[in-house]
């Protein structure tokens, strides 16, 4: 902590933030308190956060509205789904037109063609895309391809990447520093209790920004390595292009399959994340935006790999099934969300968030607030460490009582964000004046909390 900061008094404790919160939302503590009962944990999912998640009852544009009748301007969007923000008039008009049509029908409903040809036109290295339910199932299939593919049994992944929760990718997400092992060879940690005994020794942990750690570690590991998963971070980590071509180059030279995770990544522009790195991966792993609200995965990449799916002309041995996937609604949203995003509503969103990163940025240089500040296109992250957002183990240093009483004293101002102040995201339905309002409230939050 700078010493500027040092001499601020903290004048609210957090737990008098939590005191405050618990008498505004009475109703949503009595809500999580009847999930209790039926749902361990009380959560519809792993997302928690103390004393007890809100309760939204309503979303509209860009505002959320509690069970207690309060109003949040969003700066979450639903783990980044939600870029047009919510219930946008296009979209709801897609899926009352589709509901009307039939919801499931067991057969192609005649919406599916649509956004699989705008995704492969916008994305240029997608020669063939499927899609399912959820990122997860897309970062499953996609290395269940890649293993087939290549006759290989390893993956590689990089340290703190997240690709969903089944065993194959479960691993050194979030591994506590004293078992994470050396920095330049970190060592595979399970982070799902119940998971495969096998899973950590099928996978290597690659170090981000490290580029003579992952060269030696893919040398070593090349003829068992079928691919890398990459999460590029796209607003969670300062990626540098250069590293990440390098992953690209890499890969190709010992020929590995690269799997590009832009689950996440996909909504900072038109052609992905892949354009603004100028990248061309093997396959790419979609989700959140793609199905505008509504559960969806895709993940797609060369022909020569993906047509192994083509059992038309008899058994490849390959399979991707799933009861629910290319949901009618999913695709009708999906496809609504991504006609919105023109090139000029990326320059509008891209605008919107330069401006906040540099308000925040110099929010946090002015008050001598040791903060990070990671922001491309709409994804955005503030940690309060004082070590650059360069890979796992720098991020890992931020400090998580000050996170969540920032997160309170927001929240207490009306701006609702992730709960960790990690991937949050701006929507088409934000404007200027909900910019710097957040940036005055995160003025006001550091007044409180440092
Ligand atoms: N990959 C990345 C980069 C993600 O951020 C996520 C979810 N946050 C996933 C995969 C998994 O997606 P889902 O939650 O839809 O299974």
Redesign the pocket.
């Known amino acids: 902590m700078s010493d500027a900061v040092e001499k601020l008094s903290k004048n609210v404790s957090i737990d008098s933030m939590e005191d405050s919160y618990r008498a505004e939302s009475p109703k949503s503590r009595a809500y999580f308190e009847r999930c209790s009962m039926t749902m361990p944990g009380g959560a519809k999912g792993a997302y928690f956060y103390a004393p007890y998640p809100l309760t939204m009852e309503r979303g509209e544009g860009c505002y959320l509205f509690d069970l207690d009748g309060r109003k949040f301007i969003d700066f979450a969007g639903h783990?980044?789904t939600q870029i047009l923000g919510h219930n946008h008039p296009a979209v709801i008009q897609a899926i009352e037109k589709q509901m009307k049509q039939g919801i499931a029908l067991g057969a192609h409903a005649g919406v599916e063609a649509e956004i699989a040809e705008t995704m492969c036109h916008r994305v240029k290295s997608l020669d063939r895309i499927r899609f399912c339910n959820?990122?997860?199932?897309?970062?499953l299939h996609a290395i269940r391809l890649a293993r087939g593919f290549s006759g290989r049994p390893k993956i590689a992944k990089f340290e703190g990447?997240?690709?969903?929760?089944h065993d194959a990718v479960e691993v050194s997400v979030a591994p506590p520093l004293e078992k994470a092992g050396p920095a330049t060879a970190p060592v595979s940690v399970s982070g799902a209790g119940g998971a495969s005994p096998h899973a950590t020794e099928e996978v290597v942990i690659l170090p981000y920004h490290d580029e003579d750690s992952v060269k030696r570690l893919l040398n070593e590991n090349r003829d068992e390595l079928a691919c890398v998963i990459f999460?590029p971070?796209a607003g969670i980590m300062n990626l540098d292009k250069d590293f990440v071509q390098f992953v690209r180059e890499i890969t190709k030279e010992l020929d590995i399959l690269l799997i590009f995770?832009e689950?996440?990544?996909f909504r900072v522009s038109w052609g992905g994340l892949q354009e603004i790195y100028s990248l061309s991966p093997d396959l790419t792993?979609f989700?959140?935006l793609v199905g505008g609200g509504f559960?969806v995965?895709a993940f797609g990449g060369r022909a020569d790999i993906m047509n192994l799916f083509d059992n038309t002309s008899g058994p490849t041995g390959f399979f991707q099934s799933g009861t629910f996937s290319a949901h009618p609604l999913a695709m009708v949203a999906g496809l609504a969300t991504l006609e919105q995003l023109t090139p000029e509503a990326f320059n509008r969103l891209n605008g919107l968030g330069e401006r906040l990163y540099t308000g925040l940025r110099k929010l946090f240089r002015d008050r001598g607030v040791d903060a990070q500040v990671v922001g491309l296109g709409t994804v955005f992250s503030i940690y309060f460490t004082d070590k650059e957002a360069v890979n796992y183990r720098n991020i890992a240093t931020a400090d998580t009582a000050i996170t969540h009483s920032v997160f309170h004293a927001l929240l207490q101002q009306g701006y609702f964000l992730s709960h960790n102040l990690s991937?949050n995201s701006l929507s088409l339905a934000l404007d200027e004046s909900h910019v710097d309002g957040l940036i005055e409230a995160m003025g006001q939050a550091v007044n409180e909390v440092f």
């Open positions: 783990h980044t959820s990122g997860t199932e897309a970062t990447g997240y690709h969903g929760s999460d971070k995770d689950i996440v990544g792993t989700g959140k559960p995965g991937m």
